[in-house]
């Protein structure tokens, strides 16, 4: 089945340490992103790429980092500049935009605690 | 830039009720139009989007919306709620120039009583 798999489900983190979120997509997306999901606040842009080896800025970038090397793959480097990483990270998938059927594809999520 | 207004954190009604979620938008060009629903601790799952063709557009579930420019409004309706539409919803919108990502309301709680 096609479809956006992120991996783990439930992360826990010392403060102080790096941790990545994987997110593995078969649907042959162009573009993938990467949003952060805390209570009341909808989802909040973090990164997103249109292509391999390119990716913007979103609305709350610093503290993380990204990379994609791959047109499946596009992990998220939670960073020990994050200041209050615990949230549920939800990855996704679309077409390029600007084209028709532009919506987004989401994975399962994972949702990370500090510790 | 473009944003959504989600008016109602939380709405809640009554099993065979009319469900009404309201959306606002604001965008310079014109948009496409997205609402979703989300299950406790799963991902996102498209109901319905609005993409310039016809300004009323029927969903999965028997949910459907009507675009209105002259209000920019995209508001989520059901005729009648059945206990398994209990779920946070979320309106969103992109435009085909900028920036090219989604960009969420903050999302409607959905409780429906027995």
């Known amino acids: 089945d096609g479809g956006i798999t992120q991996s783990p489900k439930y992360l826990f983190r010392k403060e102080g340490q790096n941790v990545t979120l994987s997110c593995e997509q078969n649907l042959n997306h162009d573009a993938m992103y990467w949003y952060r999901q805390d209570p009341g606040q909808g989802l909040r842009l973090i990164y997103y790429s249109q292509i391999v080896n390119d990716f913007q800025k979103g609305d709350i970038a610093e503290g993380y980092s990204v990379s994609r090397e791959k047109k499946e793959s596009f992990p998220l480097t939670v960073t020990s500049a994050q200041k209050n990483p615990t949230a549920f990270y939800l990855c996704?998938?679309?077409?390029?935009?600007?084209?028709?059927?532009?919506?987004?594809?989401f994975g399962q999520g994972t949702r990370l605690t500090v510790v | 830039a473009q944003s959504v207004t989600q008016l109602g954190s939380h709405v809640s009604v009554s099993e065979g009720a009319l469900v009404l979620l309201r959306c606002n938008y604001s965008s310079s060009v014109p948009p496409y139009l997205f609402w979703y629903v989300q299950y406790p601790n799963q991902g996102l799952q498209l109901l319905l989007k609005?993409?310039?063709?016809?300004?009323l557009v029927k969903g999965i579930n028997g949910f459907e919306a009507e675009f209105k420019k002259s209000e920019t409004s995209f508001h989520l309706t059901k005729p009648s709620a059945h206990m398994s539409d209990a779920a946070e919803y979320f309106c969103?919108?992109?435009?085909?120039?900028?920036?090219?990502?989604?960009?969420f309301g903050s999302g409607t709680r959905l409780q429906v009583q027995p």
């Open positions: 609005y993409t310039s063709a016809a300004t």
């Open positions: 996704a998938s679309s077409r390029r935009q600007g084209a028709l059927n532009t919506e987004a594809f």
């Open positions: 969103a919108v992109s435009v085909p120039t900028g920036r090219r990502a989604l960009t």
